[in-house]
T-cell receptor, first 111, second 116 residues
Framework: DQQVKQNSPSLSVQEGRISILNCDYT??????FLWYKKYPAEGPTFLIS?????DKNEDGRFTVFLNKSAKHLSLHIVPSQPGDSAVYFC??????????FGTGTSLTVIP | KAGVTQTPRYLIKTRGQQVTLSCSPI?????VSWYQQTPGQGLQFLFE???????NKGNFPGRFSGRQFSNSRSEMNVSTLELGDSALYLC???????????????FGPGTRLTVT
């Protein structure tokens, strides 16, 4: 049972434009959400997080939006750079419990 | 500060054998979680240890087991290997138990296990 879903396996964006990666979840008890970036042959690297008491968190070029009523979160990257090309995973947890990860979205930023 | 290390990085085993993977967390981190990554399945949670105690366990058969030592290093064991166990096994460490808010997990590079 996939509690966290990333329905777009891949995304291509021109350099300088906005990249929007989406993530949906089914468990209304989730209260903490994270995004990770993964390059080939490396482990995932933490990018940005958001707790359920917020609807937006920003860190430089990365912004995460949370819509609790829709059980949806998104990651915006502005402007996109070629070095952003990687697989992006969203993850969610309920207090005191394990993290559930999505299946990932492969982002390609075209120079 | 050194990152999460996993050994070995690559492993080839035969069906029916058993395997032990090792994970050394970031110094001071007491929580270690293990994940299996396969194409199309994302990261599937195996189990988490905190202060030598298993806190959470994912939906994997009993052939998958783990333990954590007093220095927070963790091992994962898979017995009676099957072809479907071929995957990238990742461990992640954090300073507090997962899901307790405000802490992220730091991942190691993974161990690529191939079962033939």
């Amino acid at each position: 049972d996939q509690q966290v879903k990333q329905n777009s396996p891949s995304l291509s964006v021109q350099e300088g434009r906005i990249s929007i990666l989406n993530c949906d979840y089914t468990n209304s008890m989730f209260d903490y959400f994270l995004w990770y970036k993964k390059y080939p042959a490396e482990g995932p690297t933490f990018l940005i997080s958001i707790s359920s008491i917020k609807d937006k968190n920003e860190d430089g070029r990365f912004t995460v939006f949370l819509n609790k009523s829709a059980k949806h979160l998104s990651l915006h990257i502005v402007p996109s750079q070629p070095g952003d090309s990687a697989v992006y995973f969203c993850a969610a947890s309920a207090w005191g419990n394990q993290f559930y990860f999505g299946t990932g979205t492969s982002l390609t930023v075209i120079p | 500060k050194a990152g999460v290390t996993q050994t070995p990085r690559y492993l080839i085993k035969t069906r029916g054998q058993q395997v032990t993977l090792s994970c050394s967390p970031i110094s001071g981190h007491r929580s270690v979680s293990w994940y299996q990554q396969t194409p199309g399945q994302g990261l599937q949670f195996l189990f988490e240890y905190f202060s030598e105690t298993q806190r959470n366990k994912g939906n994997f058969p009993g052939r998958f087991s783990g333990r954590q030592f007093s220095n927070s290093r963790s091992e994962m064991n898979v017995s009676t290997l099957e072809l479907g166990d071929s995957a990238l096994y990742l461990c992640a460490s954090s300073s507090s138990p997962s899901g307790t808010g405000g802490n992220e997990q730091y991942f190691g590079p993974g161990t690529r296990l191939t079962v033939t």
